[in-house]
């Protein structure tokens, strides 16, 4: 898809977006707006139902569809795409001894701490799935700031969860009202 097409809106970046884009150009590796939020998954997982609910929350949310631009700007401006695919990473550490297990983690957490976001490419979000037995996953969600907040990756998560289980006992969620 041509990426002009695929833009559905262009908005000026929020002052407290701009002191974070600051932070973030200064020092990209600092990681010390990329949170990560890692969850112990355990009982069976439908892994393709656990990626479709996180699309559907792409394809939801605007805020994860935004990239952030400045070069050769007056001001910043944040873009909201029509669409994109979820980045997913996947891997499988069963039959591993539990002390390798966490300190791949930890090794894992550290690297992607530090791997700066493309601010241009979103989804400004990045999911690993490591499973560890046969019913134990490690969920590992990290994001950019410029895009969530705590407040708002717990209520994103909530989300995602109640689609999950819509999704694996097939049932329909209502569609979510925008606020007023």
């Known amino acids: 898809m041509d990426k002009r097409k695929n833009i559905e809106n262009i908005y000026p970046l929020a002052p407290m977006q701009q002191g974070i884009l600051f932070h973030t150009l200064l020092a990209p590796e600092s990681g010390a707006y990329a949170p990560q939020i890692v969850l ?4 069976a997982l439908d892994v393709a139902g656990l990626q479709q609910a996180w699309q559907q929350a792409l394809s939801q949310h605007d805020v994860l569809r935004t990239g952030f631009y400045w070069e050769q700007r007056d001001e910043p401006f944040q873009v909201v795409y029509r669409q994109l695919e ?3 990473v996947q891997q499988d550490w069963r039959g591993q001894p539990a002390d390798i297990q966490a300190t791949r983690l930890q090794i894992f957490l550290d690297c992607n701490q530090t791997q700066p976001f493309d601010l241009h490419k979103p989804p400004l979000v990045r999911l690993a ?3 560890l037995d046969e019913s134990r996953y490690q969920l590992i969600f ?3 700031h410029l895009i969530l907040d705590g407040w708002s990756a717990a209520n994103l998560l909530k989300t995602v969860f109640a689609q999950y289980f819509s999704i694996i006992r097939s049932v329909l969620l209502p569609a979510a009202t925008p606020p007023p």
């Open 40 to 43: 112990t998954l355990e009982g």
């Open 86 to 88: 979820l980045t997913w």
């Open 129 to 131: 799935l490591m499973q």
């Open 142 to 144: 990290a994001y950019h």
